[in-house]
Every structure is written in structure tokens, then in C-alpha cells.
């Protein structure tokens, strides 16, 4: 029997894709379908502005920053 | 509506006043005037100290009806919207509060086709000249009375029986270029100093290593350019400054695009700028246009952006569970071909859609 799943698809790069599902991991809230390929998968729709944060914040910290130095 | 004939491009006035206002007058008018509703936007005319200009209250209503600025508290703060505006250059500006204009016209209770008709009359009138008043209608008087606001026609007083249009208003449908480089370069000028044209648009020079040289002393300007740059050091006619990821991505946090910033540069981009890029591109045969701007520039504050959206969310619906690929295949077609498919995948029989009714409804009909 078919299901319609309510849910938000969300494209993104794989190393992305890596770190929603190892932020699900933790309490399972995010992830209503892990579509099986590299850069697809369906989120709950009230998490998507967590996650949009988590990710920004995170990746803030693990980006190198080279052009933040007043140097010449 | 239809004027007569010998008034649609407005009735010269036949009195020679004892003081006919010079163009340079009219120029520093609408100067002083679009400074004034600009820096009221961005707030810097409480910071500058600059003398005040006193923005009636029809202009302050008509930039919050647009959401351009919000009022809290009693202060007054610029929108995503506003900070988009603030950007553009003069005439888009000009074109954006006239069609706000046009559109709140209803709501105060005047006829929009009207209104229109007036501003087109308005764009045909030539600079320099006065107009006389007693043809025009009182919803025409009104309009006329707001834009004298907004420094897009001059009166000496509001009981004057003649008006002058200001170059805000006469270059209404010429090339932008033409208002461009004369409002402008006066707006560059410094504060309450009359405009000094001539000397060509831009002030703003950036360098491929992302340093910033803006020859200005506007306050107006200068805030306008620490919204997306680090700026350093200041001059009494200049500030240098970096454009940095840090500083175009607070710039996107507040919602300016990357392409907003680029047309601020590209629109006050400095004439050497444009000289060295032009006579570079023509140097090297390849037929791209030249850009005025450093690629690596433009290019680098676009991939700012990028960074931000990492992914793409599209809200819908996810279908799964079919038990066979003839039925997984059919509702799918379907879906692609009403245009709602967004994803799909044969292999684990699952699709996605942006709207569900239609395909539930087919699913069930099928049943």
C-alpha cells in the first residue's frame, strides 16, 4: 500500500549529507527518509532552520579562515 | 482621463521671476532632498550631525508601506527590502518610490491613473524651467506636493503658482546613466557643499586583493559601504577599506544578495576602473565584455553567498511503499508530467512532489 510522507527534500553536497545524518544519530529528530544516494534525503519541515544553523555554526569552526588577517 | 493637448507636456510659466532658480540649484536640491530620504533610511543623519532634512510625513509613510523601513519603538530601521534599495543606483531608486507611489495612491483616496498620468507628464517637462501650476488637478497638486518631498520637483514655496522639475524627474525615461553620473557624483560631494558634477560617477576603487579606496566624505555613502566592507582607515576625503568574507557574509546575514553589492560597486565604480579594465579587454582580443570590476572580486563575494546555502529544501510530499514497479511507475509519470515531480528514484520506488492532491487522487482512482 502506497504512503505520502509529509517532509522537506533537501539537496546538498555528500560531505553535508554526512553531517545531518550524523547530527540524526543522536536523537533520530531530523531524518523522516535517508534516500540511499549521495546527495538527497527528506527532513522533517520545523527542523530545517535548526539545521541550517548547526550546520552554519559548525562549519564556521572547521573551515580554515585565510583571509580574515589584517596583515598586508 | 484625457488633458487637453496643449497640456500634456505642461504649460511653461510665462512669468519671468526676479529669481529664476539656476539647474545647479535644482541639482542640489534633489541632492539634498534623495540625501535626506536615503540617510533617514540608514539612519545617518542623527550620527553625522548634518543638518536635518525635513522629511514630511508622507515620505516617512509612504517607505514604511513599501517595507523599506520598520518602525520600532519610535526608531527607525532599514529592511531587507530597504537595504536592497539603498544600494541601487539613483534611478531605479526613483523609478521603485514612484511606483510605491502609484500603488499606495488608492489608499489615500487618490485615482492611480491619475497620479500616473502625472508622473508621466513630469518625465517629458525640461530641466531648468518653470511650470505653472492652475492646470494641474487637485489630485495632481497632491502628488505634486510629495514628490516635492522626495526632491523630484522644486517649488519655492508650497503656495507657489509655478514648479520646477528637478533632473530626478526629467531623466525619469532617458538612460539611467545621464541622472547617474550627475546626481550621482554630487552625492559623493561633500556634505552641504553644492554638487560637483562633471567630474564622472564613481568614487569607488577596488583592487584584486579585495582593498577597498572610496573617494567620499558622504556619510551617506560611507555607512553605505561599511554595510558590506571592513572599512580601516578614514580620510577627510577618503576611506580605505576590505572587503572580507566576514564582512559580506554579516552583509547576507542582513539580507543584502551578493548581487546587490556587485551593482553597488559596478554602479560607483571609479573612472579609472573603467578605464584600466576597458583598455585591458581591449588589449586581449577574447570577446568577453569587459567587466569594470576585478573578477576575482565578484566572483569571490558570489561564492560567499554560495557558502551560506548549502542545501536546497523544497517542501512536499514523499511517496513510498509501492509494491510493485507498475505501480510505482504510473503515479510517478504522472506527477512529472502535471509538474510536480522534484525527485524520484526507480530503484527503491520512491518519489517526491511538491503538491500531493492531484497524484492522491490518481492513486486512488486507480484503485
Known sequence: ?72 | MGSEDSQSFGVFSQIRGEHPVSIADLDEYARRQWEGVLGYMVGTSALSGQRDINLSKGVKQLLQAGHLVEIRDRRVDITKDGFGFVLQDVNTQVWHILILYVESAEAIGMDSVEVLSFLFLLSSLELGQSYEKKYLSSVQLRTLADLADFGIVYQETPEATRFYPTRLATTLTSDSSALGSTVGSSLTGPAGQPGTSGTGAGFIVIETNYRLYAYTSSPLQISLISLFTTLKYRFPNLVTGKVTRQSVRRAIDMGITADQIISYLHTHAHPQLRKHNAAHATSNTSSIPPSVLPPTVTDQIRLWQLERDRLRATAGFLFKDFTSLQEYQAPCQYAAEIGVLVWKSDRKRMFFVMRHEQVAAFLRSKK
Request: proline content about 3%.
Open chain 1, 1 to 72: 500500500m502506497p504512503r505520502a510522507v509529509r517532509g522537506l527534500l533537501i539537496e546538498c553536497d555528500p560531505s553535508i549529507k554526512a553531517m545531518i545524518l550524523k547530527y540524526d544519530e543522536e536523537r533520530h529528530d531530523y531524518i523522516v527518509e535517508d534516500l540511499d544516494d549521495e546527495n538527497h534525503l527528506v527532513i522533517k519541515e520545523s527542523q530545517l532552520e535548526n539545521l541550517k544553523a548547526r550546520l552554519d555554526h559548525d562549519l564556521d569552526e572547521k573551515i580554515m579562515q585565510l583571509d580574515e588577517s589584517e596583515s598586508e
